[in-house]
């Protein structure tokens, strides 16, 4: 891991403003993905027929995953210091992306890249700035795994 003490302690002070409500502004990550790249959404099934937005951010579904990935992106905030830890989180689930969901990793970096969006729009640039090194390091560490798995 590359991150400095005070860069950790300034991603997780970033990442603490948006996972307050995590439910809400996962949700609104995934309505941003599926709304601005619609191909991701053929990777769940049960979100095709789901074309508006509005629909999208009702459902228990869309909310339920969007509370997920905030809640997997939360663990590895939390073990940011603690590469063994770190990789302890993001290996398990690279490789389930990359074997049993088939998830092209491009997909990564596109809800990243939304991630720090939102943090930008919600709580201004020093905000995203701070944790744009762990977004990297999060999808560095994805591809990396999906190499192993012959991607």
Request: proline share 3%.
């Amino acid at each position: 891991m590359s991150l400095s003490e005070a860069e950790v302690q300034s991603a997780r002070g970033a990442w603490e403003k948006i996972y307050v409500d995590a439910e809400d502004n996962g949700t609104a990550v995934l309505v941003r993905m599926f709304t601005e790249h619609p191909d991701t959404k053929s990777y769940f099934p049960h979100f095709k027929g789901m074309d508006s937005a509005e629909e999208m951010k009702q459902s228990d579904q869309v909310r339920g995953h969007g509370k997920k990935v905030f809640g997997a992106i939360n663990d590895m905030v939390q073990h940011l210091d603690n590469s063994e830890a770190f990789l302890g989180i993001v290996t398990p689930l690279g490789k389930k992306h990359a074997t049993q969901l088939k998830i092209d990793p491009k997909n990564f970096r596109i809800i990243c890249d939304i991630i720090l969006q939102l943090m930008e729009e919600k709580f201004g640039g020093d905000c995203k700035a701070s944790f744009e090194k762990v977004t990297n390091e999060i999808c560095t560490h994805l591809n990396n795994i999906y190499k192993e798995e012959g991607w």
